[in-house]
Structures are given as structure tokens and as C-alpha cells.
T-cell receptor, first 115, second 114 residues
Framework: GEEVAQTPKHLVRGEGQKAKLYCAPI?????VFWYQQVLKNEFKFLIS????????ETGMPKERFSAKCLPNSPCSLEIQATKLEDSAVYFC?????????????FGQGTRLTVV | AQSVTQPDIHITVSEGASLELRCNYS??????LFWYVQSPGQGLQLLLK??????LVQGIKGFEAEFKRSQSSFNLRKPSVHWSDAAEYFC????????????FGKGTHLIIQP
């Protein structure tokens, strides 16, 4: 499709529960990025993929966060044992060839609320 | 490390007046610069980008931005704002190195007065 599709739109989890978010990049886009936006403020870069390979995961809190982009499946971002501070909107973006030559398209985001 | 500063957290402008949103960046090499807009409850929409070439770039919705290397700035402008421009505006910098993450500023909240 011609848009980045993120599901679900909203997700509520009790503290300690698992949360799994999905992102279907635009068809033909090789690069996928995940960002976390807390309190409608700055976007924190989490991880990027080039096809199914992790390219940059410097922003990932590795103890509880993991992500995958497998062939023919939506990409996923999973948080084990969620904490209150994980409450945020998680955005996914995709580009065909990386940032250098083209625009990144962002999804509408998944709002995660940890209670 | 790269960084982006948007000095104004909030800006209030009267409808029909001109607008300038400030963005300063820190980056060790030639930066790739972006302005995004986020309306309430929405994702990010790209307004414009600078990669190289003409330092004055035109974007959608009547916005433009000027890259000034000497000032490390990439300010966003619009000659006449509309009430529908009320939103959060984010400046971002990237290295164009494939799949490096963008670094975003903290955003400027634009309020339009009737």
C-alpha cells in the first residue's frame, strides 16, 4: 500500500504485561524505523532495519524491548514487562533507500498506555 | 553527536500574519534537514527537506525554509498563516547514511489567533 500502517491504534497494558506493536511499511520500502514519542514532545529513535537486518539499534532499551522485520510479515516492536514510563506513542516510518535521497513516510502511530 | 534545538516551545501568531519557526542543528558533516508537522492525534507529515543544492527550499502548504550553514540554522517560514496551520512543528536532522535514525527537536507548538 501507499501508507505505513500501524496497528493497533491504541493499546492499554497493565504494568508488567507484554505489548506488541505492528508496522507494515510501504511496499517496496527497504528501510523501517521505530520512534518513541513521550508526552507529545521529542521523538526518540529506537531502531532501524534494512530489510530484515537490524541497521541501528542504539536507541533500544535492550532489556525489555525487541523488534523484528521478517520477510512477508509486518514489522513488530515488542515490550516485555511494560513499565509506566513506556507509555508513549510509537511511530514507525519507512523509506525506499534510506534517508539520503528521499522522504520518510510515517505511520499514524500506536498509543501505548501502561496502567 | 548530532542535536537539534527549537528555541521556541510555543508561538502565537495572528491569522494572516507571517511566521518564522527557528531551528538550529549540530552535526559534524553535511546535514540532511527536515521539517515535519504533527496535528493533534495524527502522525508526522513532511513539510519540506534539504539535502543539497539551493539553500531555499519550498515545501507543501506554502511553507519554505532556508538552510544557513554559517548559522547552523534551518528556519521555517510562511508568509501568511491560516487557522489550519495550528499544530506542532518538528525540525529534524539526519546524516543520510542509509538507515541512521533522525534526531528531532522538541517541537514548537503553533497557536493561531483569529
Amino acid at each position: 500500500g501507499e501508507e505505513v500502517a500501524q496497528t493497533p491504534k491504541h493499546l492499554v497494558r497493565g504494568e508488567g504485561q507484554k505489548a506488541k506493536l505492528y508496522c507494515a511499511p510501504i511496499k517496496g520500502h527497504s528501510y523501517v524505523f521505530w520512534y518513541q514519542q513521550v508526552l507529545k514532545n521529542e521523538f526518540k529513535f529506537l531502531i532501524s532495519f534494512q530489510n530484515e537486518n537490524v541497521f541501528d539499534e542504539t536507541g533500544m532499551p535492550k532489556e525489555r524491548f525487541s523488534a523484528k522485520c521478517l520477510p512477508n510479515s509486518p514489522c513488530s516492536l515488542e515490550i516485555q514487562a511494560t513499565k509506566l514510563e513506556d507509555s508513549a506513542v510509537y511511530f514507525c516510518a519507512s523509506t525506499p533507500v534510506g534517508w539520503g535521497d528521499t522522504e520518510a513516510f510515517f505511520g499514524q502511530g500506536t498509543r501505548l498506555t501502561v496502567v | 553527536a548530532q542535536s537539534v534545538t527549537q528555541p521556541d516551545i510555543h508561538i502565537t501568531v495572528s491569522e494572516g500574519a507571517s511566521l518564522e519557526l527557528r531551528c538550529n542543528y549540530s552535526y559534524g558533516a553535511t546535514p540532511y534537514l527536515f521539517w515535519y508537522v504533527q496535528s493533534p492525534g495524527q502522525g508526522l507529515q513532511l513539510l519540506l527537506k534539504y539535502f543539497s543544492g539551493d539553500t531555499l527550499v519550498q515545501g507543501i502548504k506554502g511553507f519554505e525554509a532556508e538552510f544557513k550553514r554559517s548559522q547552523s540554522s534551518f528556519n521555517l517560514r510562511k508568509p501568511s498563516v491560516h487557522w489550519s496551520d495550528a499544530a506542532e512543528y518538528f525540525c529534524a536532522v539526519g546524516g543520510g547514511g542509509g538507515a541512521d535514525g533522525l534526531t528531532f527537536g522538541k517541537g514548537t507548538h503553533l497557536i493561531i489567533q483569529p
